[in-house]
């Protein structure tokens, strides 16, 4: 059965960096586009970006744009979401998520994958 598994979590000061990890079990992720979304209470999972399967682009919500890496490592069947200049607001649960084998376009929305992980909390403080 396939999987995913966050990780690197935990709390931070703002300004500062966490690097999120998410790894793959039961299947291997190489054909499918990776992607990060966050939820906090009461709100709606918000994509945050992804990394296409082939690797070639990346796509980030505007709140994150220049502060937050989205990567992969297909050899270890992981992808990697690096997180600096971190703010209150970037407080929330992050969910790493996988499209189908080669989708097409940019997805961004929740329904556009169909396999996701656990979480994991990341808190900012002041």
């Known amino acids: 059965q396939a999987q995913l598994v966050e990780s690197g979590g935990g709390l931070v000061q703002a300004g500062g960096s966490l690097r999120l990890t998410c790894v793959g079990s039961g299947h291997t992720f190489t054909q499918h586009t990776m992607g990060w979304f966050r939820q906090t209470p009461g709100k709606e999972q918000e994509f945050v970006a992804h990394?296409?399967?082939?690797?070639?682009?990346?796509l980030y919500a505007d709140p994150v744009k220049g502060r937050f890496a989205i990567s992969r490592d297909n050899a270890k069947n992981a992808v990697y979401l690096q997180m600096n200049s971190l703010k209150l607001e970037d407080t929330a649960v992050y969910y790493c998520?996988?499209?189908?084998?080669?989708?097409?376009?940019?997805?961004?929305?929740?329904?556009?994958?169909?396999?996701w992980g656990q979480g994991t909390q990341v808190t900012v403080s002041s």
């Open positions: 998520a996988a499209t189908n084998p080669f989708a097409r376009g940019a997805p961004s929305r929740r329904n556009d994958f169909p396999i």
């Open positions: 990394i296409h399967w082939s690797g070639d682009s990346t």
